[in-house]
């Protein structure tokens, strides 16, 4: 909402009162204030100037050169190049020294040879905002009043002394979208009083009964009211009005349709006014539109309306879609002369539904779907009938012709004295807050310390105690509500051990690329039981949703999947995401089941992918295993975790494996078996499911630093025959236990199976790492402890490959 410093002076004696101070103490009690603009405060120089000739340019087919009267001893030559300019014309001059829009400096200078001392300006060069330029002037200089007093600045002819503020109205204070509801807002922070405008309305002797009827078969319609005035003649609006409505982002169009937007910003009650011979009928209907009915609004666009849409007919088809637009066929015109005026009442629910489906937002729009003040349906239809017969010449008929089924229950709130100070921890007396509620202007009755309040129907947002408890904090001040700290002992909050550990498998699974998921905690009848890490009882909803959420889950993969599937549908083939989450396993009926937190993940397509380098890397079952394994390192895990080769329901039988932490099974990882990849519509998924709690909360050792090794170590290679069932694992077990503390590090480099190894056997070579923290090893002492390694194996089993 734009306000005008000025014209709120209309309403309430601000002359005391500075513009940033108004807009600071009107942010305090709540309404802020987002800029204060002065539109005229860099300008100067500028005056009123009267174009005595205009001729052609001799070198140029489009500057002219004008002899301009700007209230000096002799004319000034400017050339211009606006396509409008005119002799005879009162316009505006910046003289040789001006500032303009933009802080541009306006020298004296010559163009195409002719000199120019000075700049024929439109609104746009003065800063005025496009949107709001007359059109008749949008691309060219813009044209005073004949009357205008030549010589004079414009400052104060175009309100560039003004100062407008830009408040944020919150969806409560749907009061504040007028000036008078502004004022009275003002009023209240200052303690002055308001004063409404006058609507002296002189009638002629006809009725408007007789030259319309006003009807509405709809319940989101309860007040329409009609008037007509005759006689009527369009014209420009005068330089004053233009100056209110511009300063408030709204274009001048002309004096009729000019007066309805004045009123609506003056009251805050949107009108429309129609071309009473293009109407179309004598009867005005207000009904729901027909499923496809179609009508041209005033934008020139047709649009086809649903059986939701409140429309203003003429009895048979639309001419305004009801608080939104009205339509181009009854719109005023330079030839109109008998104007229907209308205001009503509108349901803001509707409205708000055909301004969103339609795209159209407008200035009534948005006062109804907020919502309005009934009692001034009528007064803004009188106010501007009365404007219409001032500055168009209009003759108003008698009477107003209305449907009106709105019946207003008063509101009455009561409020304490004593529960208005325990509630706003303050201590005011009795006499403070019955100030407060003068300065808001409600009628109030008092009983012993309990204020009866009479709440105005234009604070419709007051219904309850706090609501006034707010009204009453907001102009005591709320920087005047005394400071304490809370009572009592205090604890410093943080973390829990699981909650930090948590964090850090975030982090973790975040830094390895993957993107953290939430899907539902709800699952099917066929997905239940899928990739479960232990067997329940399903748990089901009494009254589900849908088929597709009627059982608590007990895993979180098919969902990972659902996701990967979704998002492969649209082209994104290269995925990783885990879950954190609670999975529930049933305890029978009536029992509450056990949740419990698990981590999931989901991968598929390209890990790497570095076209540059032409380095390419797809998800494989070690790229999950790598990530886990980086997993327990952070949570100083990795001691005690093994993993064994498993076959898992839904799991491909030669691609998965168990995750056991100190022999105790805590998840599972591995590919998704192709039969259920294609059931999701996914491939080459892999994915990972861990029980977080007992990862968790299991205590971790302490985490040990050593000394950056000063001795060179020294390698040694086993490759070794086994069974092809034997797990490289298992065989890594053996060598570390043989190999004692000179053994640093072991690393699986080969496995083979093919042309010299015995049918059921492979062949898998190691690579050991030697080391002492204090001296340099022989080889003596290597092979020592080597030979032992290299028996535990073949007692094991393994033969030696040489």
Known sequence: MLVSYKWLQDYVDVSDISPEELAEKITRSGIEVEEVEKKGEKLKKIVVGHVLSCEEHPNSDHLKICQVDVGEEEPIQIICGAPNVAAGQKVIVALVGARIGGNIKIKRGKIRGEVSNGMICSLQELGFDGKVVPKEYADGIFVLPEDTQVGTDV?????????????????????????????????????????????????????VSDYISVRSESDDCPIYTAKVIKNVKIGPSPLWLQNKLMAAGIRPHNNVVDITNYVLLEYGQPLHAFDYDRFGSKEVLVRKAYEGEKMVTLDGTERTLRQEDLVITNGKEPVALAGVMG?????????????LLESAYFNGTSIRRTSRYHGLRSEASSRYERGIDPTRVRLAAERAAALIAELAGGEVLEGTVAHDELVVEPVTVKVELNKINNFLGTSLSLQEVE??????????????????????SRRWDITIQEDMYEEIARLYGYD???????????????????????????EVLEGAGLLQATTYSLTSKEKFGQFALQPAEPVELAMPMSEEHAILRDTVIPHLLDSIAYN???KNADVGLFEIGKVYYGKGANVQPEEVEHLAGALTGLYVNHPWQGEKVTVDFYTVKGILETLFARLQLAQGIRYEKAEIDGM????TAKVLLNDEVVGFLGKVHPTREKEYDVKNVFVFELDLGKLLNIESKSLTYTKIPKFPGITRDVAIVVDQGKSAGEL????????GQLLKDVNVFDVYIGEKVEENKKSVAFTLRYSDTERTLTDDEVNQVHEKVVEALQNAGAELRM
Do not use: W
Not at 178 to 206: C, D, H, Q, R
Not at 443 to 452: A, K, P, Q
Not at 495 to 500: A, R
Not at 652 to 655: A, E, K, L, Y
């Open 155 to 207: 400052f104060s002819l175009l309100n560039l002394d003004d100062a407008v503020l830009e408040l944020s109205i919150t969806a409560n204070r749907a009061d504040c979208m007028s000036m008078i509801g502004v004022a009275y807002e003002t009023a209240a922070i200052f303690g002055k009083e308001v004063k409404l405008p006058a609507a002296n309305v002189p009638v002629s002797e006809e009725k």
């Open 327 to 339: 339509g181009l066929d009854s719109e005023v015109r330079d030839d109109t002369t008998t104007v």
């Open 435 to 456: 100030d407060i509620v003068k300065k808001l202007q409600f009628t109030y009755t008092l009983d012993n310390e309990t204020f009866v309040i009479e709440i105005p």
């Open 480 to 506: 005047n509500i005394p400071t304490t700290l809370p009572e009592g002992q205090q604890t410093l909050g943080h973390l829990t051990p699981y909650q930090q550990k948590r964090r850090v498998v975030r």
């Open 568 to 570: 492969r549908a649209r």
């Open 652 to 655: 491909h039988p030669g691609q």
């Open 732 to 739: 890594k077990d053996i060598i570390v236990s043989a190999g």
